[in-house]
């Protein structure tokens, strides 16, 4: 089965903080996906990635940066934390292989609370 | 652009007796499809998918869904709930020729014995 880790189950941070949330999958796949969970609104694209160093504005960018350097590692940057960013960060992956993609492999999880 | 809904926001229901957790889409071309189901404090976990053939598509823990194009629909069913089933329900969309999913603002199922 394909493994989808990220770092951290909980994090407290301080307004202001540069706060960095890690992903890391195993099975090589191509595509990468942030989103964050609140409730009413379900999940928001934050960012994806479909490549090493390549990146792409998801619906809600703004607040956030990400990092690609390994294929199997996608780093959510909050470079300025901020309440508003309290929030459930989900982590996805995606196997593209054969020209076809299909669904997610979804990450447990990051609750962040800002203070 | 693709959207999703999820015009319930919690679905009530007694073991033993069917669910149905609705979800409408709209996108441009043909779907693909998907339901996911949440546990609390966890990430996704895929249920099931459309994405050709055969409308009634089954998926894990006994739920299915059915795809259908001229309502724009992909409602997810179980024919008996559990109590287990108890969690957040995601449905979502993407286009065929394209990467992103966008998802439902996502339905609570309770389940009550």
């Known amino acids: 089965d394909v493994k989808v880790t990220q770092s951290s189950r909980y994090l407290v941070k301080r307004t202001g903080e540069k706060v960095f949330l890690e992903c890391v999958q195993d099975m090589d796949h191509e595509n990468m996906f942030w989103y964050r969970q609140d409730p009413g609104l379900g999940l928001r694209l934050i960012y994806f990635?479909?490549?090493?160093?390549?990146?792409e504005k998801g619906d809600i960018p703004e607040g956030y940066s990400v990092s690609r350097e390994k294929k199997e590692r996608f780093s959510l940057i909050l470079e300025s934390a901020s309440t508003n960013q309290t929030s459930m960060y989900l982590c996805?992956?995606?196997?593209?292989?054969?020209?076809?993609?299909?669904?997610?492999?979804f990450g447990s999880g990051t609750r962040l609370t800002v203070v | 652009a693709q959207s999703v809904a999820q015009p319930e926001d919690q679905v009530n229901v007694a073991e033993g007796n069917p669910l149905t957790v609705k979800c409408t889409y709209s996108v441009s071309g043909n779907p693909y499809l998907f339901w996911y189901v949440q546990y609390p404090n966890r990430g996704l976990q895929f249920l099931l998918k459309y994405i050709t053939g055969d409308n009634l598509v089954k998926g894990s823990y006994g739920f299915e869904a059915e795809f259908n194009k001229s309502q724009t629909s992909f409602h997810l069913k179980k024919p008996s709930a559990l109590v287990s089933d108890s969690a957040l329900y995601f449905c979502a969309v993407r286009r065929v020729y394209g990467n992103k999913l966008v998802f439902g603002a996502g339905t609570i199922l309770r389940v009550k014995s």
């Open positions: 990635s479909y490549d090493v160093k390549m990146k």
């Open positions: 996805a992956s995606q196997n593209t292989m054969g020209g076809r993609s299909y669904g997610y492999t």
